[in-house]
């Protein structure tokens, strides 16, 4: 079984300013910051192999609070990246509100697969490894759909700093899958 500590990273500029950052690098305010350390003391006294992030810097940021404590790499991959808001990209959130939504988003289909992909990595790569994972709010939420088999909309949103515990088996990813890959799932601009 491989644990997954998985994180959402710490409040950005735009968080607060709400834009839609989709996959810019963004950046952490003083908030994330601090939001960072607090996860990084928490996570200090668990045993950890490893730290992987999305390779967007406020992810990576994040993470590097967190591997400090356990003086480990941080290990990339674009896997853990937000999912591609397309020209929605860098709009103020509210006023996406009612707009029909252009070709060129990522869709929720793309991103359950990209999430899957995500778990398979790691329970391959981390086999009975504790890892502490660091991405973003929708595809965390893509991975947490996976792993629970069922849609994104059925699974609550993470907060910024949040960490859910996640224990899984590459069986157990397979299987997840098999269930999530047959269901119509609506998507949520979060």
């Known amino acids: 079984m491989t644990t997954i500590f998985l994180v959402r990273h710490g409040e950005t500029v735009d ?37 992987v992030a999305s390779d967007l810097r406020r992810a990576i940021q994040t993470a590097e609070y967190i591997a400090e404590p356990h003086h480990l790499p941080v290990v990339t991959t674009p896997l853990l990246r937000e999912r591609d808001w397309g020209s929605f990209t860098g709009r103020f959130i ?3 509100r009612g707009e029909v939504w252009p070709d060129d988003i990522e869709t929720e289909e ?27 709010g929708i595809i965390n939420k893509a991975i947490l759909a996976v792993y629970a088999s069922c849609s994104m ?12 515990v996640l224990t899984t088996s590459s069986v157990a990813v397979a299987a997840s899958r098999a269930v999530t890959s047959s269901e119509t799932t609506t998507a949520s601009a979060e």
């Open 94 to 96: 509210p006023d996406l």
């Open 153 to 164: 909309k059925e699974v609550q949103r993470m907060m910024n700093a949040e960490v859910r």
């Open 15 to 51: 968080n607060a300013r709400q834009i839609m950052q989709g996959q810019t690098p963004g950046e952490l305010n003083e908030q994330g910051r601090e939001q960072a350390r607090q996860v990084a003391e928490r996570l200090a006294t668990e045993e950890i192999d490893a730290v």
């Open 110 to 136: 793309a991103m359950m697969q990209r999430a899957h992909d995500f778990l398979k990595k790691m329970t391959a790569t981390y086999e009975g490894k504790r890892v502490v994972a660091v991405g973003h």
